[in-house]
């Protein structure tokens, strides 16, 4: 997606070779013009995929997770990231370690949201080591509910994330593919 290249060009900032800041326009403050553009990217991708949900993890998944929610017409779920002494009775949960913060968390989802036979696209900010994805899977899996996609605003490429998800079966598409970076250097993928 040009737009949103250009924008990691002129706004991004690598702070070392592994994370990416891209807080003026994505995660922290937010170009919701942008948003509603990537939302209709994804849909253009994933419409006729036959997908009943979107799914998204708090918090920097929600923006995009809207936009492509609204332009898909479906309901959207929120994972959270609670501590585990949350009741274990209503929920399906799955450990995830934070790429950003490097602690572990419960990815968590109340069943109630998401009734098994559910055909669920999973949208996010980022594609890393692919934990938070796999997680999302994992969660779904005990759902019994279907990922039937995972579209990602900006893949790091270089990290194993795609190949992980891809052992699972998990189709990705990412609007921007990150081949290389470093400060003041970011280099995109064909
Ligand atoms: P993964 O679970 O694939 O290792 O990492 C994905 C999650 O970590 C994303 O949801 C995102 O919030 C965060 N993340 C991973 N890499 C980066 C990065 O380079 N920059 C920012 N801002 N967040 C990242």
């Not at 070779?17 to 942008?34: I, K, R």
């Not at 009741?87 to 009734?115: C, H, N």
Request: proline share 2%.
């Amino acid at each position: 997606m040009e737009l949103l290249k250009q924008r990691i060009l002129a706004e991004g900032c690598a702070l070392n070779a592994d994370v990416l800041l891209v807080d003026s326009f994505l995660n922290h403050q937010v170009d919701v013009v942008l948003m509603q553009a990537i939302g209709q990217a994804f849909a253009a991708v994933f419409a006729g995929r036959g997908a009943t949900r979107v799914v998204t993890v708090e918090s920097s998944g929600i923006a995009p997770a809207m936009a492509t929610a609204f332009h898909l017409g479906l309901p959207l779920v929120v994972c959270k990231k609670q501590a585990s002494r949350i009741l274990a009775q209503d929920v399906w949960q799955a450990q995830v370690r934070s790429f950003t913060r490097g602690i572990q968390y419960e990815l968590t989802l109340k069943r109630a949201f998401m009734p098994a036979g559910e055909r669920v696209l999973l949208i996010d900010d980022f594609l890393a080591s692919g934990e938070a994805a796999l997680g999302v899977l994992n969660v779904l899996r005990q759902a019994q509910a279907e990922l039937i996609g995972v579209g990602i605003v900006i893949e790091k490429a270089f990290q194993n994330g795609r190949n992980r998800l891809a052992e699972q079966g998990c189709t990705v598409h990412a609007l921007a593919r990150i081949a290389k970076m470093g400060p003041g250097e970011i280099v995109f993928a064909e």
